[in-house]
């Protein structure tokens, strides 16, 4: 499971300029999982859908 301080650090790498792979990398996520995090531009914590 990603946290938020991943896709926190997957941001700022992508905001330096980084490629999407070494973004990835250094954010300790797969690829796609980055390139899902940055279509929606949202962390985990705000996508988690509310169970009734």
């Given amino acids: 499971m990603v946290s938020?301080?991943?896709?926190?650090g997957l941001f700022?790498?992508?905001?330096?300029?980084?490629k999407l792979s070494s973004a990835?990398?250094?954010?300790d996520m797969c690829q796609n999982t980055a390139r899902k995090?940055?279509?929606h531009f949202k962390p985990p914590?705000?996508?988690r859908k509310i169970r009734t």
Wanted: proline fraction near 0%; hydrophobic fraction near 25%.
């Fill in 12 to 18: 700022k790498s992508m905001s330096q300029g980084k």
């Fill in 37 to 39: 995090y940055m279509k």
């Fill in 24 to 27: 990835a990398q250094r954010a």
């Fill in 4 to 8: 938020d301080r991943q896709v926190k």
């Fill in 45 to 47: 914590s705000e996508n």
